[in-house]
Nanobody
Framework: QAQLVESGGDSVQAGGSLRLSCASAGFTVDSYCMAWFRQAPGKEREGVAAIGNYGVEKYADSVKGRFTVSKDISKNTLWLQMNSLKPGDTAMYYC??????????????????????WGQGTQVTVSS
C-alpha cells in the first residue's frame, strides 16, 4: 500500500532553515510526480514545489530562490530544504504523489487535486 510519512517540521526564527523529509513506502519516489504542499489555518492548501525525473523542478513564486526540492532514490525519500524562512511560511507541510502519472512525464502541476497519495503532514512554525 502506498504511504508517505513526513518529518522534520519544527519551530524556528525568521531567517532560519529547516529540511523536511518524506519517506515513501509501497512505491519509489522516482516512479511518479511528487510535490510538497502547505496549508496554514484558514487558508487553502498551496502547492510549494514539484519534482519529476531528470532533475525537473517547479516552485511557487512565494518560495522561489529559498526552497529546494530533491529526492534520494537510494533512501526512497523526498526532501524540501527551506532557507531564509519567513513568518508567512508557517503552515502544515505535506508531501504528495500523483500515482496516475509516471515521473518521466510530469507536467509539474501544483494543483492539489491532481495528487492522490498524501502524507499526514509536519508542522513548520516561523516566528519573527
Amino acid at each position: 500500500q502506498a504511504q508517505l510519512v513526513e518529518s522534520g517540521g519544527d519551530s524556528v526564527q525568521a531567517g532560519g532553515s529547516l529540511r523536511l523529509s518524506c519517506a515513501s513506502a509501497g512505491f519509489t519516489v522516482d516512479s511518479y510526480c511528487m510535490a510538497w504542499f502547505r496549508q496554514a489555518p484558514g487558508k487553502e492548501r498551496e502547492g510549494v514545489a514539484a519534482i519529476g525525473n531528470y532533475g525537473v523542478e517547479k516552485y511557487a513564486d512565494s518560495v522561489k530562490g529559498r526552497f529546494t526540492v530533491s529526492k534520494d532514490i537510494s533512501k526512497n525519500t523526498l526532501w524540501l530544504q527551506m532557507n531564509s524562512l519567513k513568518p508567512g511560511d508557517t503552515a502544515m507541510y505535506y508531501c504528495a504523489a500523483e500515482t496516475g502519472r509516471s515521473g518521466r512525464f510530469c507536467d509539474m502541476t501544483l494543483r492539489a487535486d491532481r495528487y492522490n497519495v498524501w502524507g499526514q503532514g509536519t508542522q513548520v512554525t516561523v516566528s519573527s
